[in-house]
């Protein structure tokens, strides 16, 4: 499991754990390449902590949302499709479980109250 981190204006942070298989596919879909990161530092709970973060203000939100909703959009199509094959019930929870973290992630990116991404 991999950790995406949001941070909220209040510099209070949320972690969602996403298997190894979601991270590599946001990574194969430009989650890293298509925003610019930069070191941002955050005094969260008395400590200092420096990340890699993108902010969610403007177009970057927009951009990660987009990726976010295509890959959902089509994984959703690939089950809808699979499911005239009579799929097994563990091919049909793998693919439900990755349009699940999918739909954390945007409902995540979605909230204007988080005002950076971490990908760390």
Do not use: W
């Not at 590599?24 to 941002?40: C, N």
């Not at 089950?79 to 019930?89: A, G, M, Q, R, S």
């Amino acid at each position: 499991m991999m950790d995406l981190t949001f941070i909220d204006k209040d510099n209070e942070i949320k972690n969602i754990s996403v298997s190894d298989y979601c991270f590599e596919r946001l990574a194969i879909l430009g989650f890293s390449k298509k925003v610019e990161y930069q070191e941002k530092s955050f005094f969260v709970e008395g400590e200092d902590y420096t990340v890699l973060a993108v902010s969610l203000i403007g177009n970057n939100r927009k951009i990660l949302i987009e990726i976010v909703e295509g890959e959902r959009q089509s994984e959703l199509e690939k089950l809808f499709k699979h499911i005239d094959e009579k799929p097994t019930v563990k091919e049909v929870r793998s693919q439900l479980s990755y349009i699940k973290e999918l739909t954390e992630i945007y409902k995540n990116l979605k909230t204007d109250n988080n005002i950076y991404f971490s990908y760390e």
